[in-house]
């Protein structure tokens, strides 16, 4: 087989299985094209002597007959999981040199299902960013570029380098995480897909916290069978957090017929932003009539409060990371800042802070402890969190009226340069996350599905939302999507 | 609700996070413009509505108050940029 790299889980799975190809080989080939990738800024601490040692002992198991979901798989894994002895610093400054003593429960549960780590990837700093342009080890490219042009398009984020390596077929897979849409823009921004699970499927314990209320992790891959594969084997539950489900995970991949007729699919009007680009429009409007056509039935819905998401999520955020990150302090672990003679441990600490973290990070944990502080908890995170049970009653409202799933675009735009956001105000890079926010915010599964490309041939996605813990329904239906739309294209190489 | 330059001087500190002086004002500038984003809320009708504390409802689950973890010392500070005799090391506290 040529170019193993650029098989996705689900293919390499089987070849592996039928004696075709060993895990051997398919890891070489992604570590080879990885080595020739570091124009993508993609994968930043490579783990080459990991990944050959998993993929041995991989094709041990595979030859024995006991080859679990992810045997002998090489995926890359975000710099926000904690994974023993291999750096893990978020991508931020202040976590410079730290290597964990442990594992987070998502990579273990990975490893315990045979898959094999090439390396950690590259994401904005503290996953707090839309354009992986806030990451201490640099910016990571997407590997699409627009028709006739040479300029260097930001994968999206936080995610980014996860979406950057699935996309140049550096990797198999990848995981992500997702505060406010951070697995489904990048997935939108490069061709690929990339599902957010029902908040609680996957245990955070060992992944950095950025807003624990929020933050999920999820696959990122090539294909929506790839994702439920992926997905399965990184659920569980976990008594380290204590907002993991005590749930069984179900099979997601089985639950993949592709047959969707009869199912109810929500059109939410709120989403039909003022000035929204024809082209995202045009998407959406296809993805509708694709659904149809698989035999759903399309019916127009209101979440009345869709527009207050972005501002609540911009409260609740940055409330929890201001306290998420108050443990970096240099006391413990990662980079402390040179001090002055006669600098107390007041003095350390802000210095610590104020060259450990880059300025987008402190803007969040200011704005945090701004709205946290006293006289002001009530008017702005107590607010915020009453507007976030109304954005939740909106979805809970049209699910009991029977719809089964919602069908938005998953960014208002397709892939922006790098630089171009730079003079922008804060306030016009969040909205990059304004149609994935709202699912956070619920806590509900949403996934991103490639549809269509732009008029200068960049990749777009439309997002499927769905009922809590029914991510094998929602995956379903992406398949559905994913068939009818086709999608076949990837990025011309240049790296 | 605006912020002026002492207000962010007083977050900054709250917060542990050194600004410069001549940093101040494009900080409280850039609070200002999120806090105005932020602000779209009040037209918010929230009487009687609960703020919400989990996402999903659950009860958070019990266990025996037994000691399941520990003797790690060498682990917790493996990471430490100070540490001397089996502690963290931090500049002087107590006078």
């Not at chain 1, 994702?227 to 005590?246: E, N, R, V």
């Not at chain 1, 502080?373 to 939740?392: C, E, H, P």
Request: hydrophobic fraction near 40%.
């Amino acid at each position: 087989m040529s170019e193993l790299n650029k098989l996705g889980l689900a293919q390499a799975r089987d070849a592996l299985r039928k004696g075709d190809v060993t895990s051997v080989e398919l890891t070489e080939a992604c570590l080879k094209e990885i080595d020739g990738a570091d124009a993508l800024g993609a994968f930043v601490h490579k783990t080459p002597e990991i990944a050959m040692e998993r993929a041995a002992a991989a094709d041990v198991r595979i030859k024995a007959g006991d080859a679990p979901a992810m045997c002998g798989l090489p995926i890359g894994i975000k710099d926000l999981f904690c994974t023993k002895g291999v750096a893990s610093q978020a991508a931020s400054r202040i976590l410079e040199g730290f290597r964990p003593e442990y594992e987070s429960t998502v990579s273990q549960n990975l490893a315990d299902a045979g898959a094999v780590m090439l390396g950690k990837l590259n994401m904005d700093e503290f996953a707090m960013g839309s354009s992986n342009e806030t990451s201490v080890y640099g910016n990571v490219v997407n590997p699409w570029r627009r028709a006739g042009d040479d300029a260097a398009l930001t994968p999206g984020g936080s995610s980014g380098g996860s979406a950057s390596a699935v996309a140049a077929d550096l990797c198999l897979a990848a995981t992500g995480t997702d505060t406010g849409g951070s697995i489904r823009q990048p997935a939108a921004f490069t061709g690929t897909v990339g599902i957010k699970p029902t908040y609680g499927r996957c245990s955070r314990w060992g992944i950095v916290a950025f807003a624990s209320s929020l933050d999920q992790a999820g696959p990122m891959t090539k294909t929506v069978r790839d994702s439920a594969i992926m997905l399965g084997a990184m659920c569980s539950h976990d008594p380290k957090d204590s907002t993991s489900a005590d749930l069984p995970v179900p099979d997601f991949e089985a639950m993949l017929t592709g047959d969707i007729r009869g199912k109810k699919i929500g059109i939410p009007r709120e989403y039909r932003m003022e000035g929204m680009p024809a082209e995202i429009e045009a998407l959406w409007q296809s993805g509708t009539d694709m659904l149809r056509d698989a035999g759903a039935e399309i019916v127009d819905i209101s979440l009345p409060h869709t527009k207050y998401a972005l501002p609540a999520y911009y409260v609740i955020a940055p409330a929890e990371a201001s306290s998420n990150l108050a443990r970096y302090d240099g006391v413990r672990y990662g980079r402390r800042a040179a001090m002055a003679k006669g600098d107390g441990i007041t003095e350390m600490y802000e210095k610590t802070r104020a060259e450990g973290f880059g300025p987008e990070v402190q803007r969040r944990v200011m704005i945090g402890t701004y709205v946290l502080s006293a006289g002001f908890y009530d008017a702005y995170y107590n607010r915020a969190r009453k507007v976030r049970t109304l954005i939740k009653k909106d979805f809970e409202d049209v699910f009991a009226a029977g719809v089964d799933a919602i069908l938005t675009p998953a960014t208002p735009s397709a892939a922006f340069g790098l630089g171009e956001m730079t003079d922008a105000d804060p306030v016009a890079m969040y909205l990059n996350d304004v149609f994935t926010v709202t699912v956070n915010l619920a806590g509900l599964p949403g996934i991103a599905v490639p549809a269509g490309v732009n008029g200068q041939g960049l990749p777009l996605g439309l997002q499927l939302i769905g009922r809590p813990w029914e991510e094998g329904d929602l995956l379903n239906t992406a398949y559905a999507l994913e068939a009818a739309a086709g999608f076949v294209a990837k990025p011309e190489k240049w790296w | 609700m605006s912020i002026d330059q002492s207000t962010a001087a007083r977050v900054a500190k709250l917060a542990r996070i050194k600004v410069e002086e001549d940093a101040l004002p494009a900080l409280a500038a850039e609070f200002n413009a999120i806090l105005g984003f932020i602000e779209q809320l009040e037209e918010v009708d929230v009487e009687g509505v609960e703020p919400m504390t989990s996402v999903t409802p659950q009860r958070l689950k019990r266990r025996a108050d037994v000691v399941t973890d520990g003797d790690q010392q060498d682990k917790v500070l493996a990471n430490a940029p100070d540490a001397r005799e089996g502690f963290f090391a931090v500049p002087k506290v107590v006078e």
